[in-house]
């Protein structure tokens, strides 16, 4: 498992990508840049919304929470749906279960929904570095929207120099990905 460190939490409060309010424009924009490519949305307000502006996420990692609260039944209701994947993760951390289900669901032949004991709030990091180039990746940026990550080298470099940063030993936790 990785553990974020406390000094590290500054560097997830700057986007790691534009911010929509918009879940349309969003899907719009990741659309124009790569039409096969993998969806994965990482929060279930932001699985809710793009289900609901009609597109499922090809990969959805939810804990049924926003901002620590439960979330409301109708949430709840439309983010899980597909095939149900159940995985442990703790808050702060990124375990190599959440890892391993992220590169299953991604190869998976029908949208997956990983249903997170725990929080789900890191899983964007192990998400860029499992998906392929040219996927894009959602997440919440609390009280401004709906954050896209376009999955190129430079992302994934990103997310590699951050997760160096975590205690625990970062080889074997991203071992699935390597495989």
Same mark, same amino acid.
């Given at each position: 498992? *990785?553990? #974020?460190?406390?000094? #590290?939490?500054?560097? =997830?409060?700057?986007?790691? $990508?534009?911010?929509?309010?918009?879940?349309?424009?969003?899907? %719009?924009?990741?659309?124009?840049?790569?039409? !096969?490519?993998?969806?994965?949305?990482? $929060?279930?307000?932001?699985? =809710?919304?793009?289900?609901?502006?009609?597109?499922?996420?090809?990969?959805? +990692?939810?804990? &049924?929470?926003?901002?620590?609260? %439960? +979330? &409301?039944?109708?949430?709840?209701?439309?983010?899980?749906?597909?095939?149900?994947?159940? +995985?442990? !993760?703790?808050?702060?951390?990124?375990?190599? @279960?959440?890892?391993?289900?992220?590169?299953?669901? #991604?190869? %998976?032949?029908?949208?997956?929904? *990983?249903? +997170? /004991? &725990? /929080?789900?709030?890191?899983?964007?990091?192990? %998400?860029?570095?499992?998906?392929?180039? $040219?996927?894009?990746?959602?997440? $919440?940026?609390? !009280?401004?929207?709906?954050?896209?990550?376009?999955?190129?080298?430079?992302?994934?470099? /990103?997310?590699? @120099?951050? *997760?160096?940063? =975590?205690? &625990?030993?970062?080889?074997?936790?991203?071992?699935?990905? /390597?495989?």
């Amino acid at each position: 498992m *990785l553990t #974020l460190p406390t000094a #590290l939490r500054a560097a =997830f409060k700057e986007p790691f $990508g534009p911010i929509y309010t918009e879940a349309e424009a969003l899907l %719009a924009d990741a659309s124009s840049e790569e039409t !096969n490519a993998p969806l994965v949305a990482v $929060g279930d307000v932001v699985t =809710f919304y793009l289900r609901r502006a009609g597109r499922a996420p090809d990969v959805a +990692v939810v804990d &049924g929470k926003t901002k620590r609260e %439960a +979330v &409301g039944d109708e949430i709840r209701r439309a983010v899980e749906t597909g095939r149900l994947v159940e +995985v442990t !993760n703790e808050p702060g951390t990124i375990s190599r @279960d959440l890892v391993a289900a992220l590169v299953d669901a #991604l190869a %998976a032949d029908e949208p997956t929904t *990983l249903l +997170v /004991e &725990g /929080e789900e709030d890191l899983a964007t990091l192990p %998400a860029v570095l499992a998906a392929p180039l $040219g996927s894009t990746i959602v997440y $919440g940026q609390p !009280n401004e929207g709906m954050v896209r990550v376009t999955v190129d080298e430079a992302a994934k470099t /990103e997310m590699r @120099d951050l *997760l160096s940063q =975590f205690d &625990g030993d970062v080889d074997a936790v991203l071992a699935p990905i /390597e495989a």
